[in-house]
């Protein structure tokens, strides 16, 4: 693993292809939430200066990078694919001792991300617009994408291969240059990723990384006016205001935040499929997924068989330090996030009736972490701040329903639309369902977590803003379309098209 990634030392800033370290006499401490007598890192708060260094490193190497052609850009994301397939055991032992998810989540990322990289490194050759026929005779007309310019990249703890990874493909194969404000919690994570990108042949200055604080150092980025767009993944708190902030200064902004995705089950359904989907949704990477499947919405008349099928499978499951290799859950990331879970489990209690779990996790293997049970609730009142608000833990509501139409209904009542699913089998119920659900997300049969390299993603309603993430649309926020006429005629026209 590179250098500038060891476990215990002081990340430092990458800033015209050098790790430099941070001049801010602040920093705080990143230990590992399964185990927090373990330093993984000291982090700098980056200062406001420092940020703008990085822009102006982005900015000096954008005219270069934006003159590669887009095929050798790609071949630079394809040689970082092969380079993190070649370490994806060790960058996933550094995601799990920083993050905590377990080693098969932490393996499964670093692998979705070499899809990224490999079918992001393709867009360099299909990188180009259209040819259209014209109104006049003589006259050859066509669009092309161009970069915009300075990228702000701002990731957070929760998918931290992955996410800066799906920012950053896109941005640079499309001819622009990065700067990227990672996590605190993962800040040594992201320091690993950027090391690969290096080591793939990447010029100086066009992928740069502050680590600091939001709203010092990613501040800084945001009000910069040489960034020309924010990509930023979050909580709809800070979304909103970066989303605010660059209307203001006439950024194009993109914003993937909350989700409170619903598993729907109607009555023809495989309960055992759905079981362990819901099972899979709700507590792997401990509930820490935008996509996580914090709702299950079932008809009333097959609930109670339902939730003890669930419920039995969670008992089975082993929560611990998710370096071993036989543990499904790993700790929440940090203190703030658990007390979070707590602070819910505890009004849950008002609002449903507890099943499973429902407490904070003691005993020797778990005292020094931040361990909670996978906790599940049934009988949730749609309208129930356990129903309604993103938790972002390993906590299950079970909200019952006389119908279909209820169903969808109770599905759609949230503010948030990102992911969901149906289990049926019922043709007319499935594709009424595509029709009428408000996610940006759905999937049939399958569970609400995951998405493919090549495949769109992002919500509607409160949970995103501006375009699309990965696949072939994943480019069209770097870019700005070009439209071009070229008369061939040799001469001044009688007439023009309107």
Known sequence: MATAAVPGQTCRNFINGEW??????????????????????????????????AVAAARAAFPFWRDTPAPARGRILARTAQLMEQQKDKLARLLTREEGKTLKDSLGEVIKSVRILEYMAGEGTRFGGDTLPSDLPKNFVYTIKQPIGVVGAITPWNFPVSIPVWKIAPAIVAGNTVVLKPSTFTSLTAAAVLELFAQAGLPAGVVNMI?????????????????????????????????????????????????KNPLVVLRDADLDLAADATLFGAFASTGQRCTATSRVIIEEEIADRFVEMVASRARSWKIGNGL????????????QQLETDLRYIELGKQHGRL???????????????????????????PDS???????????LSVVRVRDFDEAVEVANSVRYGLSSSLYSNDAARIFAFIDRIETGITHINSPTVGGEAHLPFGGMKATGVGLREMGHVAVDFYTEVKTVYIDY??????????
């Open 355 to 381: 099943v499973l779990g429902g407490a904070r996790l003691a005993g020797p293997d778990y005292d020094r972490g931040n361990f909670v049970s996978p906790t599940i609730f049934d009988r949730v009142a």
């Open 20 to 53: 430099v370290p941070s001049r801010s006499p602040r920093s705080v401490e990143r230990r590992n939430p399964a185990d927090r007598d373990e330093l993984v890192a000291v982090v700098p708060l980056s200062s406001a200066e420092e940020a703008r260094d």
């Open 211 to 259: 680590v600091g604080s939001g709203r010092e150092a990613g501040g800084a980025i945001i009000e910069h006016p040489d960034v020309r767009a924010i990509s930023f993944t979050g909580s709809n708190t800070v979304g909103a205001g970066i989303y605010s902030a660059g209307a203001e200064r006439m950024k194009k902004c993109q914003c993937e935040m909350g989700g």
């Open 489 to 498: 005629t040799g001469g001044r026209r009688e007439s023009r098209a309107y």
């Open 324 to 335: 071993d290799s036989s543990v499904d859950m790993g700790p929440a990331v940090n203190e």
């Open 385 to 395: 701040p356990l129903a309604q608000d993103e938790i972002f833990g390993p906590v």
